[in-house]
């Protein structure tokens, strides 16, 4: 983690200005922990973070063993709604919580961004 | 033959509205001028998107042409249209047998004698299927014989006609035992075993997180990679679907992909359950 705390909310910013997003969040992927979050109420962002750094590890794994390379970037997809996500090089997670009518495409962008300011 | 293509052609040029692409394609094809009868089919499917006999010429080409995945896209698409097309049928039968799950085969000519109990041709293919049927009868109306070689393993017919069956589709249960397809990497390296170790367990973990976020049943899980995408579905409440390509095959084909090899895994699960 390189950027300075203010840093965090500026990025977490970018992401909940668009449509549709209920919240976001940086995780650290190697242990689940919240680093920031910026969620609507209702959301419970330590146990979210915790199985979303474990999904992470496991598609990363996944990946690499298939040959397809690093993630960057991966869709929970639900019935009512999404989980979105990017990983950063200095190893934490840009979350996204999102409702279903999302434009994932403009998430993603913002994501990549967000992450670009974490490092 | 040679009349009569002249006279539909110069019939379809004065009308290209008219229906006799369905007659002058299907000409060119058994004439083996494929090309020139792809150009027919998509012209009059452009015109008609809505009528499954022209999805069932345009895929009775691709079959002939060797595209299987494309066929069986264009019949599955006749038969959505028209759930009792009796071509339609035939031909997912015939792709079906052709990877050698008998049993999907038999379904569907079943389905198609129901249809039209007076068409020997399915009658006799069905006896084929079931193994009881003369020799050197053709089966279908195929483009080619079927070959004993074309004996599949067990995990072809989970993703019978589907593309990269053997190395861009995987079936897992819930502990991350293969039940069919298989993966290689870019060099063509057998990865099955490894990939489906990581991804024991995967469902149960989407599962929670979305359970958790209160959205519901999680319906599929989209990746990028810097080499390549992966789609993870679960076509049963126990099994996980991944489905991996080349970045080259966008992340909405991709999805799409996925939907059809769900849906072939689903019914695959269900006879053998």
Do not use: C
């Amino acid at each position: 983690m390189t950027a300075p705390a203010a840093a965090y909310g500026k990025a977490l910013d970018l992401i909940t200005r668009v449509r549709s997003v209920r919240g976001a969040m940086l995780v650290s992927a190697e242990d689940g922990i919240v680093v920031a979050e910026q969620l609507m109420e209702g959301i419970k962002g330590p146990a979210v973070s915790a199985l979303a750094a474990s999904l992470a590890t496991r598609l990363r794994r996944a990946m690499e063993a298939a040959g397809v390379g690093a993630s960057l970037f991966w869709h929970l997809q639900a019935e009512h709604g999404a989980l979105l996500v990017v990983p950063t090089p200095g190893g934490t997670l840009v979350v996204a919580v999102a409702e279903p009518d999302v434009n994932v495409g403009l998430v993603r962008l913002e994501l990549l961004r967000a992450a670009e300011v974490v490092g | 033959m040679a009349d009569e293509i002249r006279t539909l052609s110069s019939q379809l040029a004065q009308d290209p509205d008219s229906l006799v692409f369905l007659r002058l394609g299907e000409l060119l094809r058994q004439k083996g001028q494929l090309d020139t009868a792809h150009r027919v089919a998509l012209t009059g499917l452009e015109r008609h998107p809505h009528l499954p006999d022209a999805h069932d010429l345009y895929a009775r080409i691709l079959a002939d042409k060797h595209d299987y995945e494309r066929a069986f896209d264009e019949w599955d698409m006749a038969l959505r249209i028209a759930p009792d097309h009796v071509g339609a049928l035939k031909g997912l039968a015939f792709l079906y047998f052709k990877v050698g799950d008998v049993q999907q085969a038999a379904a569907h000519l079943e389905a198609a004698q129901r249809v039209a109990p007076d068409d020997p041709g399915v009658a006799q293919a069905l006896a084929m299927a079931r193994g009881g049927g003369p020799a050197g009868v053709e089966p279908l109306t195929a483009p080619e014989p079927i070959a004993p070689a074309a004996q599949p393993l067990e995990e072809a017919r989970v993703f019978a006609g589907l593309e990269g069956a053997q190395e861009g589709l995987l079936l897992l249960d819930a502990s991350g035992r293969v039940l069919g397809g298989a993966l290689k990497d870019s060099a063509g390296r057998d990865v099955t075993d490894a990939v489906a170790a990581y991804l024991a367990g995967v469902s149960q973990e989407a599962a929670r997180t979305v359970k958790l976020l209160g959205l519901g049943k999680w319906t599929g899980l989209a990746a990028e990679g810097d080499l390549g995408h992966v789609h993870l579905a679960s076509p049963t409440s126990d099994a996980l679907l991944l489905v991996v390509r080349d970045r080259a095959v966008p992340m909405g084909r991709l999805a799409v992909i996925a939907q059809r090899a769900a849906l072939a895994a689903r019914r695959w699960l269900e006879s053998h359950a």
